[in-house]
């Protein structure tokens, strides 16, 4: 299949996307590209937006199937470091117990995703001068992709947005902590929020804000929709669920709602339409298995539908 062939227009901000590429292994043997900082790029690329992806691959078959994929979705592949020991992620997606919750996730214990080089990172970075950065929670389980990232987010003026993602690993708590302090927007879900709440003693959002410093919450409520508030608690935008006329897999969803709130705000939209965008995005992604669909022309009339075509288009001023 031919790769995404679109070129951004001038006037779009760029970004840059910090953490996890991986594969996603299904029951039945089907292996898709994963990883929520990976699907964040990679739809941001297919939405125009000039994009940097940060993350580290082993030299292996997967690594190779990810490398693949970004030439696909037309990403670059320079800020991919290669790892000589580690192998790349794997996540094994099962079934849940419970049904409402979809799936649960058990993460290879070391991949080469946990040795982010910040050395080879920070020039890349400068050099990208990204508007927006946006990170995840998972890569800061290793304290050398933790190090790294936190010195890329110290290093850059960029709106730092954090797509938290509570995977169940070792000291989730303390690394959701570090994360919440390293972020000035943070896009989570109803059910990650009140483990928030509960963890840190926090009943509100302005006394999550207090405590660590994001300035605003974007929070996705499935099928009750979603909505966005300031530090204050204050709702500004919200909205209902879009229609799931077919749900196939709700695996990265949440990355897609990410990234269409990005590249709306990378195309200098209003908040409000890119979070419109974000939940429609995200409904589509639960009509095929995986983050983003392997035919590329529904990428397309996304992309169309969703207005990032004309937006990208569009001469420079």
């Known amino acids: ?36 900082p990976f699907n964040v790029a990679r739809w941001l690329s297919a ?8 993350t580290r691959l082993g030299r292996d078959e997967a690594g190779a199937v990810l490398r693949a994929e970004m030439a696909r979705m037309g990403l670059p ?13 794997q996540v094994q997606v099962l079934p849940s117990a419970d049904p409402q919750q979809g799936h649960r996730f058990e993460i290879a214990p070391e991949s080469a995703w946990d040795h982010i080089d910040a050395e080879a990172a920070l020039p890349l970075l400068q050099g990208h001068a990204p508007r927006l950065v946006c ?14 990232i936190t010195r890329c987010l110290g290093a850059t003026a960029a709106l730092r947005v954090l797509d938290l993602n509570l995977r169940e690993v070792p000291c989730l708590p303390a690394l959701a902590e570090e994360a919440l302090h390293l972020a000035d927007w943070v896009k989570v879900n109803e059910e990650e929020l009140q483990r928030l709440h509960d963890w ?19 929070v996705t409520r499935g099928a009750q929709g979603w909505f966005t ?10 909205g209902p669920a879009e229609p799931l006329l077919h749900l196939q897999d709700t695996v990265g969803a949440g990355d897609a709602f990410t990234a269409a709130v990005l590249a709306g705000q990378a195309h200098g ?36 539908a969703l207005g990032f075509e004309q937006a990208a288009a569009a001469p420079s001023t």
């Open 200 to 218: 840190f003693g926090a009943a509100t959002l302005p006394a999550l804000s207090r405590r660590f410093g994001p300035q605003r919450w974007l």
């Open 77 to 89: 592949l320079q800020g991919v470091q290669a790892d000589p020991i580690q192998p790349t992620g």
């Open 1 to 36: 299949m031919s790769a995404l062939a679109f070129a951004p227009g001038s006037s779009t901000a760029s970004v840059a996307v910090l953490g996890e590429a991986l594969v996603d292994a299904y029951p039945d043997g089907t292996q898709v590209p994963g990883g929520a």
């Open 229 to 238: 508030a300031d530090a204050e608690g204050r709702i500004d935008a919200e």
């Open 135 to 148: 990170f995840g929670s998972l890569a800061l389980r290793h304290a050398g992709s933790r190090a790294a």
């Open 269 to 304: 939209w209003p908040l409000l339409r890119s979070l419109q965008a974000a939940n429609r995005l995200a409904a589509a992604v639960c009509s095929w298995r995986g983050a983003l669909p392997a035919d590329l022309a529904r990428v397309q009339a996304l992309r169309q």
């Open 47 to 54: 939405f125009g937006v000039p994009t940097l992806l940060i």
